[in-house]
């Protein structure tokens, strides 16, 4: 492949004729080391549109501003099980969309489209473990007597479901990763493993979903049975503790849409229009992503708890620890008042 003679007829604004480009083409069977814009058409790309600068550089910019707001926070708040649930979710979320900014100068490019597929697939499972150790916090701030499950199985079984989504979408990731250009049957077992850890993902979260309304009508119809600490009481009674609620439900849902589409969306192919659809990438994907983390930043539980992150936190040891840790928390917070 003569490279420099295709740098000395692109730079003259010549056009290869078909001989030209098919023996260009005929030395190698990945398009992204011959093509180009002004060359190939766009069909030949790994994405069949170039994806938008000014989208992706938006998405990367924000990604960047939430990462460093989470850090200030974690370090404020101590939170670092839900922190880093969201620093791995928002790093991958970075690459991710770095690599589609790589995209949009050359959607021809192998490695760059990598970095998109694999990281902007694999992040939201990081998110979602760091909304799923949120419900037992939450169950322990109700009480968990009117709880079908004790807090830490909450968190066992969802962090633990997240974790076989996340080592099946890296698993799939990487297979796809390691396959040339010309490998398709090797790719596509790659891509079929990444869908497999979606789709358990989307079935997480939707358990996830069904078992937390069932836990709110608990709380509901039993007003009588709710954890009486005085301190407790007045978290659940105040506006930052609804917010807090409403903005990790709208969090769960934006993942939970997210993942379905993007299920759909391997599961067609990539020669799909679903998949060549950026208007719908960058809705369903970037928005839907965005949505998520700033609802999960904003609505910080370091801030929300009102000071009880640490107290409603579980080991394996220790339950009646607990109980009269939290006793003596609200004890010096009514002695303060």
């Given at each position: 492949?003569?490279?420099?003679?295709?740098?000395?007829?692109?730079?003259?604004?010549?056009?290869?004729?078909?001989?030209?480009?098919?023996?260009?083409?005929?030395?190698?069977?990945?398009?992204?080391?011959?093509?180009?814009?002004?060359?190939?058409?766009?069909?030949?790309?790994?994405?069949?549109?170039?994806?938008?600068?000014?989208?992706?550089?938006?998405?990367?910019?924000?990604?960047?501003?939430?990462?460093?707001?989470?850090?200030?926070?974690?370090?404020?708040?101590?939170?670092?099980?839900?922190?880093?649930?969201?620093?791995?979710?928002?790093?991958?979320?970075?690459?991710?969309?770095?690599?589609?900014?790589?995209?949009?100068?050359?959607?021809?490019?192998?490695?760059?489209?990598?970095?998109?597929?694999?990281?902007?697939?694999?992040?939201?499972?990081?998110?979602?473990?760091?909304?799923?150790?949120?419900?037992?916090?939450?169950?322990?701030?109700?009480?968990?007597?009117?709880?079908?499950?004790?807090?830490?199985?909450?968190?066992?079984v969802f962090v633990g479901c997240d974790l076989?989504?996340?080592?099946?979408?890296?698993?799939?990731?990487?297979?796809?990763?390691?396959?040339?250009?010309?490998?398709?049957?090797?790719?596509?077992?790659?891509?079929?493993?990444?869908?497999?850890?979606?789709?358990?993902?989307?079935?997480?979260?939707?358990?996830?979903?069904?078992?937390?309304?069932?836990?709110?009508?608990?709380?509901?119809?039993?007003?009588?049975?709710?954890?009486?600490?005085?301190?407790?009481?007045?978290?659940?009674?105040?506006?930052?503790?609804?917010?807090?609620?409403?903005?990790?439900?709208?969090?769960?849902?934006?993942?939970?849409?997210?993942?379905?589409?993007?299920?759909?969306?391997?599961?067609?192919?990539?020669?799909?229009?679903?998949?060549?659809?950026?208007?719908?990438?960058?809705?369903?994907?970037?928005?839907?992503?965005?949505?998520?983390?700033?609802?999960?930043?904003?609505?910080?539980?370091?801030?929300?708890?009102?000071?009880?992150?640490?107290?409603?936190?579980?080991?394996?040891?220790?339950?009646?620890?607990?109980?009269?840790?939290?006793?003596?928390?609200?004890?010096?917070?009514?002695?303060?008042?």
């Amino acid at each position: 492949m003569d490279m420099a003679f295709l740098s000395r007829k692109t730079e003259k604004g010549n056009k290869l004729n078909s001989h030209s480009i098919f023996a260009i083409m005929s030395n190698s069977t990945d398009p992204s080391d011959y093509c180009t814009l002004d060359i190939c058409p766009i069909t030949e790309a790994y994405v069949y549109y170039v994806p938008s600068l000014a989208g992706n550089a938006f998405y990367l910019a924000l990604f960047v501003v939430l990462l460093a707001a989470q850090a200030v926070l974690v370090v404020r708040y101590r939170t670092w099980g839900y922190f880093a649930g969201l620093f791995g979710g928002l790093v991958l979320e970075i690459i991710g969309y770095l690599g589609r900014i790589q995209l949009h100068n050359n959607p021809f490019r192998f490695d760059p489209y990598l970095e998109y597929l694999i990281c902007l697939t694999i992040g939201p499972a990081f998110l979602s473990a760091s909304i799923y150790i949120c419900l037992g916090r939450i169950v322990t701030i109700y009480g968990e007597s009117i709880s079908r499950l004790r807090p830490k199985i909450y968190t066992i079984v969802f962090v633990g479901c997240d974790l076989v989504s996340l080592i099946l979408q890296a698993a799939g990731g990487a297979i796809t990763s390691i396959a040339d250009a010309d490998q398709y049957d090797l790719a596509q077992d790659g891509i079929n493993i990444m869908i497999a850890g979606l789709a358990s993902q989307v079935a997480s979260l939707a358990l996830f979903m069904v078992l937390c309304l069932d836990f709110a009508w608990k709380v509901i119809k039993n007003p009588q049975d709710l954890n009486p600490d005085t301190r407790m009481r007045e978290l659940r009674q105040s506006l930052r503790w609804k917010a807090f609620l409403a903005g990790l439900a709208l969090a769960t849902l934006t993942i939970f849409m997210r993942s379905v589409f993007r299920v759909a969306e391997l599961n067609e192919g990539f020669h799909s229009s679903l998949a060549n659809n950026q208007v719908l990438f960058m809705i369903l994907e970037g928005a839907m992503i965005a949505i998520a983390v700033i609802c999960m930043t904003i609505l910080h539980p370091g801030f929300c708890f009102d000071g009880l992150w640490d107290q409603t936190k579980w080991s394996f040891r220790r339950s009646r620890d607990c109980e009269m840790q939290l006793i003596e928390v609200s004890a010096e917070h009514e002695a303060k008042a």
